[in-house]
């Protein structure tokens, strides 16, 4: 969801080719002023922090990886294994675990290398931009630009706490290696036993990482296509750049800016991108907090949907709501 204000920048920088994230400051002013309505001794302090963001990363990402690389998942970063055990207790404790992590992203590719797989580090620096931007947190500026723009009201970052106790919030249901499937939000001692999310549970984080996650419901998914295409969360020509194709993935396959596109049938067809090398693994499952509905909704449910995961993916088929 960090389609909006990293978007812009993206679109505003991208074409020159500005290194991440210190050669963003050359087209900040241009970016505050057009796109978030910030002018003069305010727009200073917004590129002074971003110029901030800088001082974490090794010079080689600073001079060679720039927000194009981000977006498009051909940054050729990577980071350590992330600790899958650890649960989470605060939303603090959440944003400075992916910051550090972030900081300790290497460079082990060459930057703008066609890739189909998104580094965690590639979405946790684009919020980490966003925030120095906009001047508040990933969450909160999600939830009041992109989800209340578009009237998608029920959608959310929502906590654990928040999943636990409100019953329109659907579970994840795990396999685990006996055969037996449980509610992994209530059993965050239990971990999937499959390769590409292997211990993982989403119930662990308290809230989703910082340029990733949150619940949805499907009439919100529809609102927000809605909004995309109809100038309300992006002006058209930036939305036409933000889903245009970057990357040739196959012969008729591309990557946009964070989604997946396909030729089918004479038609552009648009999905979220899910790749078994993205550390967020879990997060990144098609579905996995598609959770919330109102009451007065119909139920519904995904196909092949029985409440729990049929291929060791906690969420993936399951239904929208318990």
């Known amino acids: 969801m960090t389609t909006d204000v990293t978007g812009f920048i993206a679109c505003d920088c991208a074409a020159d080719r500005v290194p991440l994230p210190g050669g963003l400051v050359h087209a900040t002013d241009r970016f505050l002023e057009a796109h978030l309505g910030v ?3 305010a727009s200073s302090q917004a590129c002074a922090d971003i110029r901030e963001i800088r001082l974490g990363f090794g010079k080689d990402i ?11 998942g051909t940054s050729g970063l990577d980071i350590p294994d992330e ?3 650890r649960i989470f207790q605060s939303r603090d404790e959440v944003h400075e675990y992916y910051e550090q992590r972030a900081r300790q992203a290497k460079l082990v590719g060459v930057p703008g290398t066609p890739d189909t797989a998104h580094a965690e580090a590639e979405v946790t620096i684009s919020a980490l931009i966003m925030e120095a931007v906009a001047g508040t947190t990933y969450w909160d500026y999600v939830q009041e630009n992109i989800f209340k723009r578009c009237g998608m009201t029920g959608s959310a970052f ?7 106790t409100d019953k329109h919030i659907a579970h994840p249901y795990m396999k685990l290696a006996d055969g037996s499937v449980v509610d992994a939000l209530r059993n965050l001692d239990k971990g999937s ?6 211990g993982k549970n989403p119930g662990r984080a308290f809230i989703d990482a910082p ?5 949805a419901t499907a009439r919100d998914l529809v609102r927000f296509a809605h909004a995309l295409s109809d100038g309300t969360v992006l002006d058209r020509p930036w939305a036409d750049v933000l ?20 030729i089918i049938n004479g038609q552009w067809m648009f999905q979220r991108r899910w790749q078994p090398r993205c550390r967020r693994q879990l997060e990144h499952l098609p579905g ?4 919330r509905r109102h009451p007065q909704q119909p139920r519904l449910r995904r196909r092949g949907a029985a409440g729990h995961d049929r291929a060791g993916n906690a969420g993936h088929h399951r239904s929208l709501a318990r």
């Open 39 to 41: 002018r003069g001794p």
């Open 83 to 85: 600790d899958v055990q």
């Open 288 to 291: 996995h907090r598609l959770g």
């Open 62 to 72: 600073a001079d060679q990886v720039n927000i194009h690389h981000l977006l498009s």
């Open 193 to 198: 036993p499959y390769p590409y999310v292997l």
């Open 158 to 164: 929502y906590t654990r706490p928040q999943w636990l």
């Open 243 to 262: 889903t245009a194709a970057k990357i040739p993935h196959g012969p008729a396959s591309f990557g946009a800016y964070g989604i997946a596109i396909d």
């Open 211 to 215: 340029g990733d996650g949150g619940f």
